[in-house]
């Protein structure tokens, strides 16, 4: 993209993945950059390679749902490739942007953004999903500082990411902005509902920070509730086998394990009455975003933003983390409030200007004067 003529908007270049590559953060991209193009000249860089095979064996792409797509997208960046990466810097600085925008979300990318960063001519913003990985290890925290020390400015979706950059940058410039609903994955008729039995949903990679034991502990004491597990265990189904052939539960639970293509999602989440992320650590949720994109309550702990994003007993309930007791008590009492007549999907609705990509927008002008 090449600047014609009189400038009329700001040019914007966009990194990070988008369609076909898998997973929330290629759906976020693609949202934002749709968002931009109301206001803005956006050029869109993905990655030509987006992790090695070695370390990402299954398909990195999923072609079955073109919602997301980013029509003039171009895929350029090879992370492992030091030179493509060089490369692509002067590619990108030949636009003259106003501002670069880069998807952050774990250190593996830290290599290929510092380079990458130490090329670019213009501003740098960083919209970071996670300051630091949710799995730590060792040398995070000094890849992490190596990278985002090159940006100029910082959008966050959550206090505590903003007090994890604080420690490594505390002079950074940045703001909150609550992490917008993902609604493109409505492309169908709406599914109804099928059944009368109360069912709740668990989405997502399994991992063990997302606290799915504590979730199946819970259900041996809610006999009259049913459960979908849709998500990647990653392989690792079998530390979860004492919870899943329980007799209590084994009959109440669905497993569909494996990447949930994109086609279908809604599936999943119009056969719900609400989604649980009793998660024991986070930042914050690209899943509970999705959900309210679908207008359905959130069942969630008080970790990380997900405090700042479900409000109690308006759109969802919110427990403590890593207590059986207490999410058992949050879906009794999320069944009682529906019940009773509480709102949900009105009140989703209602609060739903906080998590547009309108707002967003506003945020990344507002932040860097563009």
Known sequence: MQRNGKKDRPYITVIG??????????????????????????????????????????PQRDYSNDSFKVDDAEFLINTANPFNIIKTANNINKTDADLIIIEWWHPYFAPCYRILTSFLKVPVLFICHNVFPHERFIMD???????????????????????????????????????????????????????DEKRLLFFGFVRPYKGLKVLLDAMRKLPDIYLTIAGDFGGKKEEYKEYLSDPDIESRIDIHDGYISDNDVQEYFENCDAVVLP?????????????????????????????????????????????????????????????SGTDFEGNIVKDSERFTWEHMVDTIFELTGI
């Open 17 to 58: 993945p988008v369609f076909p590559y898998k997973g929330g953060i290629a759906h976020y991209t693609g949202l934002l950059v749709k968002a931009l193009k109301n206001r803005a000249h956006v050029r869109t860089v993905s990655y030509s390679m987006q992790y090695p095979k070695i370390l990402f064996k299954k």
């Open 141 to 195: 925290r000094s890849l992490t500082r190596l990278t985002l020390s090159k940006g100029n400015f910082f959008i966050l979706h959550s206090e505590k990411e903003v007090r994890e950059l604080l420690t490594i940058l505390p002079k950074a410039e940045y703001r909150i902005n609550m992490h917008p609903t993902y609604s493109a994955f409505k492309m169908r008729e709406t599914v109804k509902k099928t059944g």
């Open 279 to 339: 998660y024991t650590d986070a930042t914050q949720s690209g899943i509970a975003q999705m959900a309210f994109g679908f207008r359905k309550p959130v069942i969630a702990t008080e970790v990380g933003g997900l405090p700042e994003v479900v409000t109690d007993s308006v759109t969802g309930v919110l427990v403590k983390p890593g207590d059986t007791g207490s999410l058992r008590h949050g879906i009794e009492r999320f069944y009682d409030l529906l019940g």
